[in-house]
């Protein structure tokens, strides 16, 4: 895949990252590796996770809100968002 940074060069190093209980991995290039590091949260998401202006069906709340207080919404949130909010429920089960 191509570096979701600059666009420009393969993506072949991984990012790891915490926010709160919230582990976030992504692929990105050597040159962009210190870049993805200094991301804040919502910088990151907004790289790796292309759709967080997504909203549920449901109760309206956007991945955004979500990733910023990690509170969902209501418990369709979960469905909307398996995909992206998996590494976040996965944290959530295994404590
Ligand atoms: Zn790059
Ligand atoms: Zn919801």
């Known amino acids: ?30 040159e962009c590796l210190s870049a993805a590091y200094s991301l804040d949260a919502n910088g990151f998401y907004n790289v790796f996770y292309a759709n ?25 949130c979960y469905t909307e968002f398996s995909e992206e909010l998996k590494p976040l429920i996965d944290s959530l089960q295994s404590e």
């Open 1 to 30: 895949m191509i570096c979701p940074v600059c666009h420009k060069r393969e993506a072949t190093e991984e990012v790891v990252r915490y926010f709160g209980a919230f582990k976030s991995q992504g692929l990105v290039c050597h």
């Open 52 to 76: 967080l202006q997504k909203t549920c069906r449901r109760c309206g709340r956007s991945l955004n809100d979500i990733l910023n207080t990690m509170i969902v919404g209501c418990p369709y």
